[in-house]
């Protein structure tokens, strides 16, 4: 009984795949039609996942609490002062003050960010050289010694020279030697960098002795960061407390749906589907009407009509499933997702090499599937059941 | 040769062909062990925040220490204006 149900399931299947072979290029423009919304949907997810999960991988490493003090709903300079008043809190492990801020390159038209600390006083700061392609990391004792990230080497033509020059706010030049740079690796992280000494960067900005951009705040115990942030917020009430755990937060969301191009591809995606799905009911051809009848008086049931319409509808649908996604997951890999660029790094001049290796996960997939694959099976449905109702004489006649 | 067949043939070729694309990412997920190791040094040593994905803007560069209104703080009556703004949302608070 099974190998005969099988039998008739192949020769069912024959001759959905004849069917679709006859309007072959019908077939093939709904495929690629599917394939490219399957693409595009499919080419976002990986982007965003891949982004989130790089994401909240590294920013397991960032700063506890991070410290920044408010004026007139903007960022100002925090007085290093502030660190006195930490020290009644119990639990801070250390507090580290650090300068950073950007700057714009006027001739190249690039932002750079500029960040000047002590690195011995970082948790893991003697570490730091392991993240280097070359070069060390200059000691706060080194004055004009910096590090910089690729994209930076490759906007002020260091290959070539060691040495370069920033305006101050005065429009007076400091120089800097280049005594290191960070490795192609860390370039999502690191690509726009200057790295620099605390003394450094206060002479670059023209930042007074006695202020900073932020603290970083390291606790003893990570499960009391919540605690130590609300007593700090309690006693310096004029800061802003980042945690951990909101920074991580920021990205999990961050790259999500809602947004606008996430919006644009999600539209896409159901205009398409509506498109098709209303080629699919707004009745049949003349020529499917005569199929039928014919296939009826031949012998054919209306389940087996019915069978040869999903047949057809799991082929096309399945077929651009897996072309789309194919397509996708090479975009994303090995062209680092081109077709985003533009998008996702907007007007930026410095760009970084993203190695994106999205996870192919179960549920990322049953995702694409639920938005495409399952909507499209649906709407064959009705179209498929009015296409098996049609009585065997009613396209014969004339 | 009967029409199944010929599908059942292209379906494994696609199916190979994403077999393969599957072994190399599991060899790119190994590859990224050692990368992922740098990026912790270079997070942690330097207490970094944000990845430099989008430069173009400060409110995209850094994300998690700007605040929902940086991005119509320039000038009063200031829009959102740069193109990344469309693929990033605002951070919640």
């Given at each position: 009984m099974a190998p005969r149900n099988l039998e008739k399931q192949l020769n069912i299947l024959d001759y959905a795949l004849s069917s679709l072979w006859r309007r072959r290029m019908k077939s093939l423009s709904v495929l690629l039609v599917f394939a490219a919304v399957i693409f595009l949907l499919a080419s976002f997810q990986m982007v965003t996942q891949a982004l989130t999960d790089k994401a909240s991988q590294v920013l397991a490493y960032t700063p506890e609490i991070t410290l920044q003090k408010m004026s007139a709903g903007r960022q100002e300079a925090i007085p290093l002062a502030y660190r006195d008043r930490l020290a009644g809190i119990f639990g801070i492990r250390r507090v580290v003050p650090r300068i950073w801020g950007y700057y714009f390159d006027e001739v190249r038209l690039a932002n750079y960010t500029v960040m000047g600390m002590d690195v011995r006083e970082m948790p893991e700061g003697d570490r730091l050289d392991t993240?280097?392609?070359?070069?060390?990391?200059?000691?706060?004792?080194?004055?004009?010694?910096?590090?910089?990230?690729q994209s930076i080497v490759k906007?002020?033509?260091?290959?070539?020279?060691?040495?370069?020059?920033?305006?101050?706010?005065?429009?007076?030049?400091?120089?800097?030697?280049?005594?290191?740079?960070?490795?192609?690796?860390?370039?999502?992280?690191?690509?726009?960098?200057?790295?620099m000494s605390l003394a450094?960067?206060?002479?670059?900005?023209?930042?007074?002795?006695?202020?900073?951009?932020?603290?970083?705040v390291y606790v003893a115990n990570p499960k009391e960061i919540g605690t130590i942030a609300r007593?700090?917020?309690?006693?310096?009430p004029g800061v802003r407390v980042l945690t951990r755990p909101q920074i991580q937060k920021t990205y999990q969301v961050v790259f999500g749906w809602r947004s606008g191009f996430g919006s644009i591809c999600l539209l896409a995606a159901l205009a398409s589907f509506v498109?098709?799905?209303?080629?699919?009911?707004?009745?049949?051809?003349?020529?499917?009407?005569?199929?039928?009848?014919?296939?009826?008086?031949?012998?054919?049931?209306?389940?087996?009509?019915?069978?040869?319409?999903?047949?057809?509808?799991?082929?096309?649908?399945?077929?651009?499933?897996?072309?789309?996604?194919?397509?996708?997951?090479?975009?994303?890999?090995?062209?680092?997702?081109?077709?985003?660029?533009?998008?996702?790094?907007?007007?930026?001049?410095?760009?970084?090499?993203?190695?994106?290796?999205?996870?192919m996960a179960v549920g990322n997939i049953l995702l694409i599937l639920a938005f495409t694959v399952v909507?499209?099976?649906a709407a064959t449905v009705i179209p498929a059941w009015r296409s098996a109702t049609v009585p065997a004489d009613s396209a014969l006649g004339g | 040769m009967r029409p199944a067949l010929v599908f059942s043939l292209l379906l494994s070729l696609l199916l190979t062909l994403d077999g393969v694309l599957f072994a190399d990412g599991l060899v790119r997920r190994k590859g990224e062990?050692?990368?992922?190791?740098?990026?912790?040094?270079?997070?942690?040593?330097?207490?970094?925040?944000?990845?430099?994905?989008?430069?173009?803007?400060r409110y995209t560069r850094h994300p998690a220490v700007s605040d929902a209104m940086a991005p119509f703080m320039d000038h009063p009556g200031a829009i959102e204006h740069f193109p990344t703004g469309t693929f990033w949302l605002p951070p919640p608070r």
């Open positions: 993240a280097l392609a070359k070069g060390t990391i200059p000691g706060p004792e080194e004055q004009g010694r910096v590090v910089v990230g906007a002020l033509n260091l290959d070539e020279r060691n040495t370069f020059s920033l305006f101050r706010p005065d429009l007076s030049l400091k120089t800097f030697t280049v005594s290191g740079a960070f490795s192609r690796d860390t370039d999502i992280m690191t690509n726009d960098l200057i790295v450094d960067a206060r002479d670059l900005y023209e930042i007074p002795a006695g202020l900073v951009t932020d603290l970083c007593k700090i917020s309690a006693i310096l498109i098709l799905a209303w080629d699919k009911a707004s009745g049949l051809s003349p020529e499917e009407r005569r199929e039928i009848s014919i296939l009826k008086v031949l012998g054919w049931e209306t389940s087996d009509i019915l069978a040869v319409r999903f047949w057809e509808s799991v082929i096309v649908s399945g077929l651009a499933c897996i072309v789309g996604m194919t397509a996708a997951y090479i975009h994303v890999v090995y062209f680092a997702a081109f077709l985003f660029r533009p998008v996702l790094m907007g007007w930026s001049v410095l760009r970084p090499d993203l190695h994106l290796v999205p996870r909507p499209y099976l | 062990d050692a990368t992922l190791a740098r990026l912790e040094a270079a997070t942690s040593g330097l207490g970094l925040t944000d990845p430099a994905v989008a430069t173009e803007a």
